[in-house]
């Protein structure tokens, strides 16, 4: 109580905040034309130091979104302007190389934010993987704790979900035999959170990748945020392979089969990756239901796992790892 009562005083005074700024930018690598194509969610009254601390956090929760204007989006000797609406932008911008680069967003001639970023060359498949639960430690069929370790917790406290760093490395590497994938991590975190994910991220050593959010809490539900965003993954890359990661914590595992059966080319979705977050009977008796009828209808698999030696010989025995 004694926290939540300081959330809502640090809520009544920072009432006006201070600037425009740059709450989420996200970056998809586009691998025939050796440019990016970028995303950005523009604040008209935020305040930030590092953009990770609970200051900031609170700061993203109660920001306006700009309504108009143009943003000055920059790599290396390229420039281009994009409009603002509604608090979004978005453009293509050609870089020098998809393996290292820097973007930067400014705004009246103020820089508002810069990121390195670092893809392959190209990729053979995609691997779109969900955060909360899946490799980060959130705790989400708990409100309360999820609410906590989201907003108090500083990013060197979270902890990922063990062996997840490690594996999604190998994978990266080419341990499932698919070739090199592009990593999408896809959550219904709000924009706000963007930084404190990527930093996160990077501690641990997760693959790069490109971060797609919620623009905010209220933008949308979980369900039609992440459906459509497989959809959208799916288009940008030519139907590229897809393996899916989740957790049983919220709703991925029906998610993840409605966008099967919603498929006309089935062979683009390889498998499913499910944490058990949850040792209810019930949750893991419906799991494998679900890996029942996916296999049976659509020969595809769907792995739940609750440790890591355990998922990487499931996924050795369903053909998904060498």
Same mark, same amino acid.
């Given at each position: 109580?004694?926290?939540?009562?300081?959330?809502?005083?640090?809520?009544?005074?920072?009432?006006?905040?201070?600037?425009?700024?740059?709450?989420?930018?996200?970056?998809?690598?586009?691998?025939?034309?050796?440019?990016? /194509?970028?995303?950005?969610?523009?604040?008209?009254?935020?305040? &930030?130091?590092? =953009?990770?601390?609970?200051?900031?956090?609170?700061?993203?929760?109660?920001? +306006?979104? /700009?309504?108009?204007? $143009?943003? #000055?989006?920059?790599?290396?000797?390229?420039?281009?302007?994009?409009?603002?609406?509604?608090? !979004?932008?978005?453009? *293509?911008?050609?870089? @020098?190389?998809?393996?290292?680069? @820097?973007?930067?967003?400014?705004?009246?001639? &103020?820089?508002?934010?810069? !990121?390195?970023?670092?893809?392959?060359?190209?990729?053979?498949?995609?691997?779109?993987?969900?955060?909360?639960?899946?490799?980060?430690?959130?705790?989400? #069929?708990?409100?309360?704790?999820?609410?906590?370790?989201?907003?108090? &917790? =500083?990013?060197?406290?979270? &902890?990922?979900?063990? =062996? #997840?760093?490690?594996?999604?490395?190998?994978?990266?590497?080419?341990? @499932?035999?698919? =070739?090199?994938?592009?990593?999408?991590?896809?959550?219904?975190?709000?924009?706000?959170?963007?930084?404190?994910? +990527?930093?996160?991220?990077?501690?641990?050593?997760?693959?790069?990748? @490109?971060?797609?959010?919620?623009?905010?809490?209220?933008?949308?539900?979980?369900?039609?945020?992440?459906?459509?965003?497989?959809?959208? *993954?799916?288009?940008?890359?030519?139907?590229?392979?897809?393996?899916?990661?989740?957790?049983?914590? !919220? $709703?991925?595992?029906?998610?993840?089969?409605?966008?099967?059966?919603?498929?006309?080319?089935?062979?683009?979705?390889?498998?499913?990756? *499910?944490?058990?977050?949850?040792?209810?009977?019930?949750?893991?008796?419906?799991?494998?239901?679900?890996?029942?009828?996916?296999?049976? +209808?659509? $020969?595809?698999?769907?792995?739940?796992?609750?440790?890591?030696?355990?998922?990487?010989?499931?996924?050795?025995?369903?053909?998904?790892?060498?």
């Amino acid at each position: 109580m004694k926290k939540l009562f300081i959330v809502f005083l640090l809520l009544s005074q920072v009432s006006s905040l201070w600037a425009v700024d740059l709450l989420d930018l996200r970056v998809f690598p586009l691998f025939d034309k050796s440019s990016v /194509l970028f995303e950005g969610v523009i604040v008209s009254n935020s305040y &930030k130091s590092e =953009g990770t601390g609970l200051r900031d956090k609170i700061s993203g929760l109660r920001s +306006k979104w /700009l309504n108009s204007g $143009k943003v #000055t989006v920059e790599s290396g000797n390229q420039k281009v302007t994009a409009a603002i609406k509604d608090g !979004e932008f978005s453009g *293509i911008i050609e870089v @020098t190389s998809l393996a290292s680069f @820097t973007i930067s967003v400014s705004h009246d001639s &103020k820089i508002l934010y810069a !990121e390195n970023f670092g893809f392959p060359a190209n990729a053979d498949f995609i691997i779109v993987s969900d955060i909360d639960d899946t490799i980060l430690v959130t705790e989400v #069929t708990s409100r309360l704790k999820m609410a906590y370790n989201s907003m108090f &917790k =500083g990013v060197d406290k979270r &902890k990922a979900v063990g =062996g #997840t760093p490690d594996f999604y490395r190998e994978i990266g590497e080419g341990a @499932t035999g698919m =070739g090199k994938p592009h990593f999408v991590y896809l959550s219904s975190s709000p924009a706000f959170l963007s930084r404190s994910l +990527k930093k996160f991220l990077i501690r641990n050593k997760f693959p790069p990748g @490109t971060l797609v959010l919620k623009k905010s809490l209220t933008s949308g539900d979980h369900d039609h945020h992440k459906t459509g965003w497989l959809k959208r *993954i799916l288009e940008k890359y030519n139907k590229k392979p897809m393996l899916l990661f989740g957790d049983s914590g !919220e $709703k991925d595992p029906f998610i993840y089969r409605s966008f099967v059966e919603s498929r006309e080319d089935l062979a683009l979705v390889k498998g499913i990756v *499910i944490h058990e977050v949850t040792a209810r009977s019930e949750k893991i008796e419906s799991l494998r239901e679900f890996r029942n009828f996916l296999l049976e +209808k659509f $020969k595809i698999p769907l792995i739940h796992w609750s440790k890591i030696d355990e998922l990487k010989q499931r996924m050795r025995d369903d053909g998904l790892l060498k």
